[in-house]
């Protein structure tokens, strides 16, 4: 399916997808500043709970090398199971990478408490070191 | 230095270490130790014990109990001051969790030359000094989530001081400030933080900060402007402006006192007797009636002393201490000069770059120096008690101390030398820290050097000082109040219940003033009432003579000696009185433009308060009314902020909305200055529907004739686009002018500012003083303010012109001019430049000779200056000295006349 459609061509390294109470920096000011790799880009939802299977696999097909997705931690979601449900969904996703016969551990489920920056720019650079090592051993 | 405890530095922000035993900081009164009993060893575990062992004086008692005193007083005073805001309150911002994240108390000690680094700003995390830094306003203000909706007045101006502070030290630092209004409102402060904007490039955003983040230890902080965009940026520093919390034991003070508070604690008052609490001869003043600003709280502690002086003017003087000097030493000043030089350390201030050691060492090799010595804190009080007892040991005549400035510290040294019988003006400084260790910080050797200089010239000037007489005059027991608005009567009025008579100039034909136009006060009063009652007692006070469309004319004298005439339907009045207060008051600005004058439908806020007052009726047909703040204010005809109207709108909306809830009201604002607590009638007119806009200077809303009707075109930020109101009514907040002040400043000599109103003689410390004595001042001739202002500070301005009437006496300043008659010409140059009226011509013989009047004289120095035939010499400035001083400028000067004297 997703080679049928026309695509962009994404530049995009790493994908990351935040729920909007995670992430409260600008993104463009935090690659300005190098605090997150160049290439990448964050895909800021409502909620993670309302991020669908296809939409992680299309990111892998646009081009991303990772994926992580960052939700509020489980007891503190704003939506009260939107990042369990986003879990769930990153586990089913997983298993069809591996399917796929793309390692796993290109995609990551975070959990971040409520408007911290940090934990999702350590998330990006700890992703982006898995990469390189991965790149590395092939 | 035995005590073993290490505690917090409270004073320094728990920034920095002290012990147990310690000063708060070197200049505290008093200077002594004291021990914090929840840290010492001694007093929670009775084991140490070291400092009463070692101290040599025998001063620690560790037997002492606490007792309880039974004291008989007739008022009392609260002003325990200010409480900090919570530190829930400061979590939410982080603080505490992230280090970077500092308060504005820390961030002022770590600024201090004297606090924990010495003045070096850096951050606490690593102790780097940052490059970028945010000031976050109205941390625990204006702000309900933590029961704090009122603003607390100060913090938006002591951000701006503390960043021009920071950005002195570092000139290369980058800060923003968030603002949510810019609340700039005290007199002159408009202009000093515009100029501070231009000078120091900040940064300033209007917008509301939530939360800090931090990465990789810098601070994200992400932000929303008024024109929808989100903003994001990081910053190796923030400090959050902390506002003014009631203080912490604000219950236990009410509990005691009897008093009431407020809904937020403070305590509570009214706008018509803002010093006085809900018990009698209970009076508050300073930042527990309200968060506020130094001048307005030195106000109002002097207003207080007004208040209870007149409860108690029957007891006046019982129980008063007299300060006796001993004998002056005449014939040990006569002895030929002995010199004592004190070179001051002023901790780090001028140690830290002078070599204060070598300019003790050097001071000895100047001639008639015979004593020197170096100090730590010279005008701390063991160090001034040193003095006094190293001055009489060594029969010292002349003091010279190198120190920091005379303007602040010359009378306490002076104070010192009277104490052990020497003259005063056998006394001279020379400012090392100001002209060497401050201007010079980055060149210590020069810096030295130059101290070196400056000694060598004050020692010059030392050796030719003479004593000089310190007379006393009577004083008048009578005051003259000009202008008989709400000031002026409450001038006068405490004056008179202090047991003095007062007479009452008003320039119109009845009393009231700018209060006869206002209908109700700002906390909802009727202002008519409070008016009539004012009035009532003035008009039926025996101590007060009332004289209506009356003018002052002339006024000659000085403090303590007045006499004016006074025009009266056509007549004049001859008036001797010791002290004259000015309380003629300021005008509503009458605007141009805007249509004002031109449509019916435009007017004024006054204007719009009498149509208030008629009723509802007055509103029939109004369905939108539009205010436009600071018509003519900040920048248009007037310069400054009126610092009332954005209240007064408020208010007056709120008056509308009352009358009609169905009338839609548009506030055009620039910076809603609804400081105090009238930040709560600003939320409540949001909360009802009054629809506020902010506009900048460059595009401000025009008023516009529609045929029979009016409309204002105006930019809204927040649609991002223009839009056009059609209104009924138009209401224009014009800000407060000056009166007709120039006559009177010239008739006073009492200068204005470039506004156009008086001027005091310093504006945090002597509010409602005048550069000449025996003047004081308040209401809207000082600046524009409210009635609860005015108040305070008409009673303060009673309190200090008191002073001279109850003393009866005043000391004139020992500098003055003296005229030498056998040289003088006759000119009268002196006695017309002279600015404080000081200098009279007088016949003497066949001619007329200028005379000074020492009582007036302030000792500047114009005349001399200016006398053709140097007939003229000043008190402690003599020609003979300034010259000597000048000669020893050149140290081959000084070494000709040594050999001079010799031959």
Redesign the interface.
């Known amino acids: 399916m997703a080679t049928k459609k026309s695509r962009k061509k994404a530049n995009a390294e790493i994908v990351g997808f935040c729920c909007n109470y995670t992430v409260?920096?600008?993104p463009?000011?935090?690659k300005e500043?190098g605090?997150v790799p160049e290439n990448i880009e964050f895909k800021r939802l409502p909620c993670t709970g309302r991020l669908e299977v296809p939409a992680i696999l299309d990111a892998f097909a646009e081009g991303a090398k990772a994926v992580f997705v960052a939700g509020c931690k489980i007891d503190e979601c704003h939506n009260l199971s939107g990042s369990k449900r986003a879990a769930k969904r990153v586990q089913y996703a997983r298993k069809i990478l591996e399917e796929l016969g793309l390692e796993p551990e290109r995609l990551e489920m975070v959990f971040v408490p409520r408007?911290?920056?940090?934990p999702i720019?350590e998330a990006a650079r700890e992703l982006k070191m898995r990469l390189s090592t991965m790149e590395g051993q092939s | 230095m035995y005590c073993p405890r290490p505690i917090a530095d409270v004073y320094n922000e728990r920034l920095d270490i002290t012990r147990a035993t310690h000063i708060d900081f070197p200049q505290a009164i008093p200077t002594s130790y004291y021990i914090d009993p929840k840290a010492c060893l001694r007093v929670n575990y009775q084991t140490c014990n070291l400092c009463a062992q070692t101290c040599t004086a025998g001063a620690i008692d560790f037997s002492q109990k606490p007792k309880n005193l039974k004291l008989k007083v007739g008022s009392v005073i609260l002003a325990p001051g200010f409480g900090r805001v919570s530190h829930d309150v400061l979590e939410k911002f982080g603080y505490g969790r992230y280090p970077d994240v500092v308060t504005s108390y820390e961030f002022e000690r770590l600024t201090c030359a004297s606090g924990p680094t010495e003045g070096h700003l850096i951050r606490p995390s690593d102790h780097t000094t940052p490059k970028k830094i945010a000031f976050l306003q109205c941390i625990g203000s204006r702000d309900v989530t933590c029961d704090n909706g009122y603003c607390s007045s100060v913090c938006c101006m002591y951000a701006i001081k503390e960043a021009s502070v920071a950005k002195e030290h570092e000139p290369d630092l980058d800060i923003s400030l968030f603002f949510m209004d810019v609340r700039t409102q005290g007199k002159g402060f408009d202009a000093a933080r515009k100029r501070a904007e231009e000078k120091y490039g900040f940064n300033v955003i209007r917008a509301r900060v939530p939360k800090i983040d931090q990465i990789d230890s810098q601070l994200a902080l992400t932000w929303t402007t008024d024109d929808g965009q989100s903003h994001s940026d990081l910053f190796d520093m923030v400090v959050l402006s902390v506002g003014l919390d009631a203080p912490e034991d604000a219950h236990a003070i009410a509990d005691i006192a009897g008093i009431e508070l407020n809904s937020y604690d403070f305590c509570k008052t009214s706008h018509g007797a803002p010093l006085s609490t809900t018990k009698k001869g209970v009076y508050v003043a300073g930042a527990f009636q309200g968060p506020k600003d130094i001048p307005e709280s030195v106000t109002q502690a002097s207003g207080v002393a007004a208040i209870a002086s007149e409860l108690l003017k029957e007891g006046r003087g019982t129980q008063t201490v007299t300060i006796t000097y001993p004998e002056e030493d005449k014939a040990l000043e006569e002895e030929e000069p002995r010199i004592g030089v004190f070179v001051c350390h002023c901790g780090v201030n001028i140690a830290g770059v002078v070599d204060v050691k070598a300019v003790r060492d050097y001071a000895a090799s100047l001639p008639n120096v015979a004593y020197y010595e170096d100090t730590l804190y010279s005008c701390s009080q063991d160090a001034l008690k040193a003095i006094a007892e190293k001055v009489k040991e060594n029969r010292l005549n002349r003091v010279v101390i190198a120190a920091c400035s005379p303007r602040t510290h010359e009378p306490l040294f002076q104070e010192t030398l009277r104490s052990i019988g020497l003259n005063p003006a056998l006394f001279e400084m020379a400012n090392i820290r100001d002209q060497c260790a401050w201007v010079h910080a980055q060149e210590p050797e020069e810096a030295t050097q130059k101290s070196k200089d400056l000694v060598r010239m004050a020692v010059a000037k030392a050796r030719l000082l003479e004593p000089l007489a310190q007379p006393t005059v009577d004083v008048t027991p009578k005051a003259l109040v000009l202008g008989g608005g709400a000031a002026g009567m409450t001038v006068a009025l405490s004056i008179a219940d202090q047991g003095f008579e007062t007479i009452l100039v008003e320039k119109s034909k009845e009393l009231g003033g700018n209060l006869r136009k206002l209908t109700w006060t700002v906390d909802g009063q009727d202002a008519r009432k409070i008016l009539k009652d004012l009035i009532k007692k003035v008009e039926k006070h025996p101590k007060i003579d009332i004289m209506l469309e009356a003018e002052l004319e002339s006024t000659s004298g000085y403090v303590g000696n007045f006499t004016s005439t006074v025009s009266k339907g056509g007549k004049t009045e001859m008036v001797n009185h010791g002290v004259l207060v000015i309380a003629t008051g300021g005008e509503e600005h009458k605007p141009k433009g805007y249509c004002y004058g031109e449509s019916r439908q435009v007017v004024t806020q006054l204007e719009l308060e009498q149509k208030i007052a008629k009723g509802k009726s007055a509103f029939k047909t109004t369905k939108n009314v539009v205010m436009i703040q600071c018509v003519g204010s900040r920048g248009e005809d007037l310069q400054h902020c009126s610092r009332l109207c954005c209240t007064q709108a408020v208010k007056n909306a709120l008056k509308i909305k009352e009358l009609k809830p169905e009338t839609n009201v548009y506030i055009f604002y620039r910076d809603m200055r609804t400081y105090g607590f009238a930040e709560d009638l600003y939320r409540e007119a949001r909360q009802k529907g009054v629809i506020f806009l902010r506009y900048t200077p460059d595009q401000k809303p025009e008023v516009v004739k529609q045929g029979r009707g009016i409309k204002v075109n105006a930019y809204d930020r927040l649609l991002g686009e223009d839009i056009s109101i059609p209104a009924n009514l138009v209401v224009l907040s014009t800000g407060i002018a000056p009166g007709e002040n120039e006559n009177l400043s010239k008739l006073l000599k009492v200068p204005l500012t470039q506004e156009g109103f008086f001027l005091e003689a310093h504006a945090k410390l002597r509010p409602v003083e005048v550069a000449v004595d025996g003047i004081y001042l308040c209401g809207l001739a000082h600046g524009p303010k409210g009635l609860e202002e005015a108040v305070s500070q008409a009673k303060a301005a009673a309190a200090k012109a008191a002073i001279p009437l109850v003393k009866g006496k005043v000391a004139v300043e020992p500098i003055v001019s003296h005229i030498d008659k056998a040289t003088c010409i006759g000119c009268g140059i002196c006695a017309t430049l002279c600015p404080f009226n000081a200098i009279q011509m007088v016949k003497d013989g066949k001619r007329k000779k200028a005379e000074t009047i020492t009582a007036s004289c302030k000792g500047c120095g114009i005349c001399a200056s200016h006398c053709p035939v140097l007939a003229i010499n000043m008190g402690g400035f003599t020609d003979e000295e300034i010259f000597a001083q000048i000669h020893a400028f050149s140290p081959e000067g000084c070494g000709e006349e040594l050999e001079a004297e010799k031959k």
Request: cysteine-free; charged content about 30%.
């Open positions: 409260s920096v600008e463009s000011v935090l500043r605090l408007g911290e920056s940090e720019v």
